[in-house]
């Protein structure tokens, strides 16, 4: 109950093309769901993040979609850009903010 | 702000050896996380600290490990004798209260143990 699942495992987009990585939950004490994003040699770093009290949020390009009733959100990266080229992680919490339970991570790679 | 400060970046080690890895959170920050990071398992949560104070060690994956915060700006992550198979990328992050909807972490120390 505590798995949180992402697909697909890796990903290559054109580039301008859209980037869909799509993630599961089961637990629905879980409140809080961001997206981080990590590039070679570095940390993840928080890209955008959901409460399930919204069914969309939009940040430029990268777009989260919620869907509570299935347990699902999505993050799109609409035209894709070879510097997005990163692994992407989803991410679910009980608890605002702590006790992360993070996707396996989704490689991407923006062909220019 | 310099950022979470991780230090070593990358330590290599035989096995049986202990192994200490250090980290300074953003100075303000009273949540600290540490984590692993592994082609197969992934990103996984292994202890948090809140105010200097364990809060939740249940993703330790042994008695191997081990993990103090002496005090709000220094933590350590133990490793006591170490194996090949903790050979990984730990991440240390960092958040506070009035943002606890970002963890910042920091770049992470690459562990090689042979």
């Known amino acids: 109950q505590q798995q949180v699942k992402q697909s697909p495992q890796s990903l290559i987009v054109q580039k301008g093309g859209i980037s869909i990585i799509n993630c599961a939950y089961e637990?629905?004490?879980?409140?809080?769901f961001p997206w981080y994003q990590q590039f070679p040699g570095k940390g993840p770093a928080l890209l955008i993040a959901i409460r399930p009290d919204v069914s969309e949020k939009k940040e430029g390009r990268f777009t989260i979609s919620f869907n509570k009733s299935a347990k699902q959100f999505s993050l799109h990266i609409m035209d894709s850009q070879p510097g997005d080229s990163a692994t992407y992680f989803c991410?679910?919490?009980?608890?605002?903010?702590?006790?992360?339970?993070f996707g396996p991570g989704t490689r991407l790679s923006v062909l220019p | 702000d310099a950022g979470v400060i991780q230090s070593p970046r990358h330590e290599v080690t035989e096995m049986g050896q202990e192994v200490t890895l250090r980290c300074k959170p953003i100075?303000?920050?009273?949540?600290l996380f540490w984590y692993r990071q592994t082609m197969m398992r992934g990103l996984e949560l292994l202890i948090y600290f809140n105010n200097n104070v364990p809060i939740d060690d249940s993703g330790m994956p042994e008695d191997r490990f081990s993990a103090k915060m002496p005090n709000a700006s220094f933590s350590t992550l133990k490793i006591q004798p170490s194996e090949p198979r903790d050979s990984a990328v730990y991440f240390c992050a960092s958040n506070s209260r009035d943002r606890a909807y970002e963890q910042y972490f920091g770049p992470g120390t690459r562990l090689t143990v042979t």
């Open positions: 991410a679910a919490s009980k608890l605002w903010g702590q006790n992360f339970v």
């Open positions: 637990n629905t004490a879980f409140d809080y």
């Open positions: 100075s303000g920050h009273d949540y």
